[in-house]
């Protein structure tokens, strides 16, 4: 089994992770174990290679991370029954969205060779992006963390909007969105485990 966990940084991919494998060692299910976790790769690639990632990350450098995430995955399915990945490709195409925005930006109005060159980069990355959402996204579960809290930094909620733009886009791919209440990350992580562990344990008791 895989499952995608989807959100902007801060929005508690990690914490629920750690939670759901804890939670799924827990119970009775030798089908799903064991579990492994996806992630810190993008901090990993940030070590071995110079590129800029995340908010200042190129096409180049976010085709490095989907690419990581998907061979990470794909490793992790040889031992593991379930795989949990922080991140998909939704966050890939929404900085992907955030750079080709701030590209654009600096492009005049008058110079219309590099807006002829522009228009040419974002067909082939839309036509890539739309290639690797369905050979690579392949997960049974997806689920959608909303933010926490405000979003006060301007690339973050840029980020989460161009995050909204890829749901929409894919509409092919079904989503579960974990909004729920709480006054702490913990109070939160638990009620978001609630709701995944129900959808992924009945899920797998359906099809046994």
């Known amino acids: 089994m895989r ?3 989807v959100g902007i940084p801060g929005s508690g991919k990690t914490a629920l992770a750690e939670s759901l494998k804890n939670a799924l060692e827990n ?6 174990l064991p579990v492994k976790i996806v992630d810190d790769y993008v901090i990993d690639l940030q070590k071995e290679v110079d590129l800029a990632l995340g908010y200042m990350g190129t096409y180049i450098g ?3 991370i989907a690419l990581r995430r998907e061979s990470l995955e794909r490793v992790a399915e040889k031992d593991h029954k379930t795989v949990i990945s922080c991140g998909t490709l939704f966050e890939t195409s929404a900085y992907m969205a955030q750079y080709m925005q701030v590209e654009y930006e600096l492009i005049t109005s008058e110079d219309r060779a590099a807006l002829h060159d522009f228009t040419l980069e974002v ?6 992006l739309a290639c690797l959402y369905v050979d690579v996204v392949k997960y049974d579960h997806i689920f959608y963390l909303p933010p926490i809290n405000e979003i006060n930094d301007f690339r973050a909620s840029e980020l989460e ?3 909204q733009a890829a749901f929409n886009g894919f509409k092919l791919y079904p989503i579960t969105n974990l909004f729920v209440e709480g006054d702490s990350m913990l109070e939160i992580t638990e009620n978001r485990l609630k709701i995944v562990l129900e959808e992924v344990l009945n899920a797998d008791n359906s099809e046994g």
């Open 161 to 163: 909007k161009n995050l």
């Open 27 to 32: 119970v009775d299910q030798k089908e799903l």
């Open 123 to 128: 067909e082939a990355i839309t036509r890539w």
């Open 62 to 64: 976010n085709s490095h």
């Open 3 to 5: 499952i995608g966990l």
